[in-house]
T-cell receptor, first 109, second 113 residues
Framework: TQLLEQSPQFLSIQEGENLTVYCNSS?????LQWYRQEPGEGPVLLVT?????EVKKLKRLTFQFGDARKDSSLHITAAQPGDTGLYLC?????????FGAGTRLTVKP | DAGVIQSPRHEVTEMGQEVTLRCKPI?????LFWYRQTMMRGLELLIY????????DSGMPEDRFSAKMPNASFSTLKIQPSEPRDSAVYFC???????????FGQGTRLTVV
């Protein structure tokens, strides 16, 4: 069982559509992070959410941390082909950064 | 800083051979992580170090895997003997703390035939 469960596993949409991906856990985290990974590269940090209920925006990306600090979501508005990639959530229950399996997003032109 | 540097980028080896993966973390980062990524299992934490000391190696799959960090600027992950099921992309990452941003290298794609 994964510490962090991400859904959906795969998502293929048309350019211009909106989407939401989820990261859930039964554990409480002091913070959660979202990374994006492109083919042939390592994951790169997008955002860290720290406070329960917190909402952070990064251009067309909106990140929310659940009130109980057990889950998080990533919403993309008007997706573009450049958003294609693997989106990973991560948390460090014991100073050990652990990752979910990721959502593989494909945005078709 | 050049970021986390891993070598080699690609490694193809025969089953039974020893494989050594190398990592140079970002200077000043106290934490170093080794991950393995596959389609089936995602990004798995194998082992991590704090100030060059191994803290948790519970993710190391078998005794065939070992990792060392002889100093703050160098770490190795060794597989001996290698098996086809070890084929994966291996990432090294470093972080100032264990819970803030992890900076990743470009990974080593290992193929064991």
């Amino acid at each position: 069982t994964q510490l962090l469960e991400q859904s959906p596993q795969f998502l293929s949409i048309q350019e211009g559509e909106n989407l939401t991906v989820y990261c859930n856990s039964s554990s409480v985290f002091s913070s959660l992070q979202w990374y994006r990974q492109e083919p042939g590269e390592g994951p790169v940090l997008l955002v860290t959410v720290v406070t329960g209920g917190e909402v952070k925006k990064l251009k067309r990306l909106t990140f929310q941390f659940g009130d109980a600090r057990k889950d998080s979501s990533l919403h993309i508005t008007a997706a573009q082909p450049g958003d294609t990639g693997l989106y990973l959530c991560a948390g460090a229950p014991n100073n050990d950064m652990r990752f979910g399996a990721g959502t593989r997003l494909t945005v078709k032109p | 800083d050049a970021g986390v540097i891993q070598s080699p980028r690609h490694e193809v080896t025969e089953m039974g051979q020893e494989v050594t993966l190398r990592c140079k973390p970002i200077s000043g980062h106290d934490y170093l992580f080794w991950y393995r990524q596959t389609m089936m299992r995602g990004l798995e934490l194998l082992i991590y170090f704090n100030n060059n000391v191994p803290i948790d190696d519970s993710g190391m799959p078998e005794d065939r895997f070992s990792a060392k960090m002889p100093n703050a600027s160098f770490s190795t992950l060794k597989i001996q003997p290698s098996e086809p099921r070890d084929s994966a992309v291996y990432f090294c990452a470093s972080s100032p703390t264990g819970w803030t941003e992890a900076f990743f290298g470009q990974g080593t794609r290992l193929t064991v035939v």
